[in-house]
C-alpha cells in the first residue's frame, strides 16, 4: 500500500488507501473529530500508524478537495434520511 488513490468507481470516487476501501475522510473523522489516537485508528482499521499520518497528510494538503467530500458525504446521508421508509403501523385485531 503506497499512498492515496481515487478511482470513479470505488467510494464514489472518495480518496482512499490504495487496495484499501477506507477514506481519508474517515481517517479523518476517526483522528479529527473523533479525538482517536492515529495509533488506535491504525489498530482499529488493521494499518499501520504510518498509512493513517499518510492519510491525514493528504486531508491536510488538499482541504478544498476534502471540504468538498465531506459536503457531499453529508449531503448523501441526509437524502438516505429522507427516502427512508417508515415501517408500518402495527394495528390490533
Known amino acids: 500500500m503506497d499512498g492515496v488513490v481515487s478511482t470513479d468507481d470505488v467510494m464514489g470516487g ?6 484499501r476501501r477506507i477514506s481519508v475522510r474517515q481517517i479523518a473523522e476517526m483522528v479529527i473529530d473523533g479525538d482517536r489516537a492515529p495509533t488506535t485508528v491504525a489498530d482499529q482499521l488493521s494499518i499501520s500508524p504510518a498509512v ?13 478537495e476534502m471540504a468538498t467530500v465531506r459536503q457531499r458525504h453529508r449531503e448523501a446521508i441526509q437524502k438516505a434520511r429522507e427516502a427512508g421508509i417508515d415501517p408500518p403501523e402495527v394495528t390490533s385485531k
Open 14 to 19: 472518495e480518496p482512499r488507501l490504495e487496495g
Open 52 to 64: 493513517v499520518h499518510r492519510a491525514l497528510a493528504y486531508y491536510y494538503e488538499n482541504p478544498d
